[in-house]
């Protein structure tokens, strides 16, 4: 949105005040089509809201005073300059079923802001019409004067009410994109689990029935070559369930539903071609789903260390400070990792973000590269129970892997 002060001084009849005279003449027919559209819309839904179509009616009249808001945006953009950020797009019927639309329609600030500017954009518009036709006529010398204060009156209105809620439709924004996000990761997470089921488990499986079958056949005929072939079968079995234990740790480790972040990140420490040092110094367990979200965030910039860093070392640090909790990934390779790497930083970044979380990457060429994430911290337990959290202590023996 362009600046909230007047526009800059100006020869007296130039092109910007013409255009302002068009918006003050054009700005009645405007302002009677909003007003008796407003009037009915408001009356036709208040006296119906008894009924069963009452509220349904008003909030299809509220979706259209929305849209008359938008024409007077663009009038006001093209002849006054005026320049109002578009509102976030209200969900319709079928986004999350009818009675959630029916109930944000109904309460769309934007809306209703748009009816007030139709009730109070009548008589100041028959006002700044009149003194507009009647001034390019009898006053001509102090017309430029006039136009231009009523001009901004007209800004400071389209302003303050035609102008979306900024934190509000902001954050309405990014909740939008953050669950287009969400619901992307979740799709590839279940392709990813159905294409390893496929490809791996379910194909060794069916291999297993099928072995198993002809040792059956030949378990009489030839004895000995049943047994070779119930013992490769057995081998089978070994490996299927170990590519079934790790999609499951893939999915959500065991040790960190037993025992917390602190074995399941040593454990995930372990598998790092470096030695990692993992410190990790929670007051206590943050909920399930943070808890998950902190674990595989790690995972992924530790597998990132084995495959791309060329590290000697590496550490973990996990605490909470305040309602956040902190993660801070360390190592001393190349350095020059980047979100836009192709790495999986950048959908470590969308998964954050999903959560009002965030997460920023430091790795010069040559290195050392640190990234840190935060995460907001929600209870597992009410939190009056909790105590307070702190930073890593300096003297904690950390663990190294």
């Known amino acids: 949105m362009d600046g909230a002060g007047p526009p800059p001084a100006r020869f007296?009849?130039?092109?910007?005040?013409?255009?302002?005279?068009?918006?003050?003449?054009?700005?009645?027919?405007?302002?009677?089509?909003?007003?008796?559209?407003?009037?009915?819309?408001?009356?036709?839904?208040?006296a119906l809201s008894v009924t069963v179509v009452?509220?349904?009616?008003?909030?299809?009249?509220?979706?259209?005073?929305?849209?008359l808001g938008r024409w007077e945006r663009v009038r006001a953009r093209k002849l006054l300059g005026v320049r109002v950020d578009e509102s976030s797009r209200l969900p319709g019927p079928g986004d999350g079923g009818f009675i959630p639309w029916l109930w944000t329609a109904v309460k769309d600030p934007v809306a209703w802001r748009a009816v007030l500017y139709a009730f109070l954009r009548l008589p100041w518009g028959v006002l700044s019409f009149v003194v507009t036709l009647v001034g390019l006529f009898v006053l001509w010398p102090v017309l430029p004067f006039l136009i231009r204060g009523m001009a901004n009156v007209d800004r400071a209105m389209v302003r303050g009410l035609l102008s979306p809620s900024d934190e509000l439709e902001r954050r309405i924004a990014e909740l939008e994109s953050d669950r287009g996000v969400v619901v992307d990761t979740a799709a590839a997470d279940l392709r990813r689990i159905e294409r390893d089921l496929h490809d791996g488990a379910q194909a060794r499986l069916v291999?297993?029935?099928?072995?198993?079958?002809?040792?059956?056949?030949?378990l009489l005929e030839d004895p000995d070559a049943a047994a070779a072939m119930v013992d490769e079968a057995h081998g089978e079995v070994k490996l299927a369930l170990q590519e079934l234990r790790d999609l499951a740790r893939g999915?959500?480790?065991?040790?960190?539903?037993?025992?917390?972040?602190?074995a399941a990140l040593s454990a995930v420490a372990s598998r790092c071609t470096a030695p990692v040092r993992v410190v990790v110094d929670l007051p206590a367990r943050p909920a399930e789903a943070i808890e998950g979200i902190a674990y595989f965030t790690v995972s992924e910039l530790l597998q990132n260390i084995s495959k791309h860093a060329r590290a000697s070392e590496a550490s973990v640090e996990v605490w909470r400070r305040d309602d956040r909790l902190l993660i801070r990934v360390s190592d001393n390779g190349r350095g020059g990792a980047s979100p836009s790497g192709g790495t999986g930083m950048a959908g470590l970044a969308e998964r954050l973000g999903a959560v009002?979380?965030?997460?920023?990457?430091?790795?010069?060429?040559?290195?050392?590269?640190?990234?840190?994430a935060e995460l907001p911290w929600r209870d597992r337990v009410p939190a009056g129970?909790?105590?307070?959290?702190?930073?890593p202590r300096t003297g904690a023996r950390p663990r190294t892997r």
């Not at 005040?17 to 819309?41: C, D, H, K, N, Q």
């Open 54 to 67: 009452g509220l349904p009616l008003l909030a299809t009249g509220l979706a259209g005073s929305r849209l």
């Open 207 to 218: 291999a297993l029935a099928m072995g198993l079958g002809l040792a059956k056949e030949k």
């Open 251 to 262: 999915i959500h480790p065991a040790v960190l539903t037993d025992r917390g972040l602190d």
């Open 385 to 391: 129970l909790r105590t307070g959290a702190r930073p």
């Open 12 to 46: 007296a009849y130039d092109r910007h005040t013409w255009r302002e005279i068009a918006y003050l003449l054009s700005g009645l027919p405007f302002a009677l089509l909003g007003f008796v559209y407003t009037v009915f819309m408001v009356a036709v839904g208040v």
């Open 356 to 372: 009002d979380g965030l997460f920023v990457v430091d790795s010069p060429p040559g290195g050392p590269t640190v990234v840190t």
